[in-house]
Each structure stands twice: as C-alpha cells, then as structure tokens.
C-alpha cells in the first residue's frame, strides 16, 4: 500500500521550459512535504518543502505547491536546466513523527 | 566542511556474512536513519534514532540491527537473517529544529553473492 505515490516514472522537458513534477498522497495526517533531488550513486539532496498549513513555498527556480484536498502537491522547476536531470522524490510526514514516507521518484531529463 | 561520510561506497560481502555499514555525521544533528533503495522504488526506513542509545524500527527492520552509542554515529548491521541484502543503503541526519529536513550521505552499495 503505496502512501505516496509519483505515477510518472520520467519526463522529458526542453531546456528553458517549465518541468513539473506531480506526487499524490492517501494518508492526511501528513502535514509536512519535501522534495529531494538524487543522482545516480549519490545520496538525495534537499530541495524544498512545503507544510500544510501553506499551499505555495517558493524558491529561486523552484516552487512546490500543496492541494491539500486532492491530496496533490508538483514541483515546478522554471526555467529547467540541463543540471536539473536527475531523479526526483517526494517524501511526507506525519505530524509528530520522524518518519518519512517517500514516493518511488520521478526522472527527469532536461535536453539541451 | 560538516557533512555525513559513509563508507565504504562499495562493499561486497558472501551470503551467511553479517556486514557492517558505517555512517558519521559532524553536523551536531539528534536524529540519524537508514533507509535502503531498490531499483525503481523509493527510499525505504530501516531504523531511526532520535537521541543516544535510543532507536526504533522502521518499515523494514527484520534482519538489521542498529547502535547510538555515540551522537555522530550510527552504524548499521546487515545480518544474515536479511533475505535480499544487495541494496543501496543511505544514512541520513536531521537537526532538533529543522526535523523534517533531512541530510544524506553518499550512499554504500552493498552487495551479497
């Protein structure tokens, strides 16, 4: 039973165009959203989060927003940059909790 | 430089074997864990810590152990009771205030024949 859940395993987005990146979750007690950035043979790096108290958090080329009834939150990456190619995870947590519960990922490929 | 270092990056190891992961972080975080990755799956919680000689299970603990003896580190057992070890294993780190907002290492791939 897959808590969170990133449906697109890939994307393909010119350099310069918008990259979004979409993750689903089922259990509303998470309150508390991140998205880390991985590339292949390294650890995720942090990248943005997002509590559920706000529907936007904002940064730099990077934006994640939360529809906390559809139980939806994207990252956008304006413009993208061939550096942006990698794969992307988005992680929740329950309130309270030091647990984290993250998506399969989603990768990313900015062709130049 | 603070960060979190795991070693080895590669480690090869015979089936019956326990196996020993290293991870230390200078960063002065509580929190330390340890998930492993699978190809085409999301990072799964082995152990957690939230203060010295204090851990819990994960999602998957059966056949890891853990120990805090220390603030800065948190060493990771593979045993032979783990039935599919061969994982990319990560450690991670978080600090009291920013809990949500967790450090990786590197990452050892790990590797049972």
């Known amino acids: 039973d897959q808590q969170v859940k990133q449906n697109s395993p890939s994307l393909s987005v010119q350099e310069g165009r918008i990259s979004i990146l979409n993750c689903d979750y089922t259990?509303?007690?998470?309150?508390?959203f991140l998205w880390y950035k991985k590339y292949p043979a390294e650890g995720p790096t942090f990248l943005i989060s997002?509590?559920?108290?706000?529907d936007k958090n904002e940064d730099g080329r990077f934006t994640v927003f939360l529809n906390k009834s559809a139980k939806h939150l994207s990252l956008h990456i304006v413009p993208s940059q061939p550096g942006d190619s990698a794969v992307y995870f988005c992680?929740?947590?329950?309130?309270?909790?030091?647990?984290?519960?993250f998506g399969t990922g989603t990768r990313l490929k900015v062709l130049a | 430089d603070g960060g979190i270092t795991q070693s080895p990056k590669y480690l090869f190891r015979k089936e019956g074997q326990n196996v020993t992961l290293s991870c230390e972080q200078n960063?002065?975080?509580?929190?330390m864990y340890w998930y492993r990755q699978d190809p085409g799956q999301g990072l799964r919680l082995i152990y957690y810590?939230?203060?010295?000689?204090?851990?819990q299970k994960g999602d998957i603990a059966e056949g890891y152990s853990v120990s805090r003896e220390k603030k800065e580190s948190f060493p990771l057992t593979v045993t032979s009771a783990q039935k599919n070890p061969t994982a990319f294993y990560l450690c991670?780190?978080?600090?009291?205030?920013?809990?949500?907002?967790?450090?990786f290492g590197p990452g050892t791939r790990l590797t049972v024949t």
């Open positions: 991670a780190s978080s600090s009291r205030d920013r809990l949500y907002e967790q450090y």
């Open positions: 259990n509303s007690m998470f309150d508390y």
């Open positions: 997002i509590s559920s108290i706000k």
């Open positions: 992680a929740a947590s329950p309130s309270g909790t030091y647990k984290y519960i």
């Open positions: 960063l002065n975080h509580d929190a």
């Open positions: 810590s939230q203060i010295v000689n204090d851990f």
